[in-house]
């Protein structure tokens, strides 16, 4: 009975890696878009100066589609 407690907790808290996991990658998905939002904001906002003016925005939306994409997770063996 003591194998299958241990089998058992071994498989939750694989479980739960796995959405800790999963949710965090899609935390910084929604970053992702947050930043998004506000640099088509700024784009409306400052017309043809937009080059200029939200440039730092635009560096650090294409710096987060590179580093926080929306990562699997292997399947899990039970």
């Known amino acids: 009975m003591a194998i299958d407690e241990a089998r058992t907790a071994e498989i939750k808290e694989k479980l739960q890696q796995r959405d800790t996991h999963i949710r965090e990658s ?6 992702a878009r947050l930043v998004r939002e ?5 784009q409306k906002g400052e017309g043809v100066n937009h080059y200029e ?3 730092w925005l635009a560096d650090k939306y294409i710096q987060m589609l590179r580093d ?3 990562q699997g997770y292997k399947h899990i063996e039970i």
């Open 26 to 31: 899609w935390v910084k998905a929604m970053e």
């Open 38 to 42: 506000e640099l088509e904001k700024c």
């Open 53 to 55: 003016n939200c440039r």
């Open 68 to 70: 926080n994409r929306v």
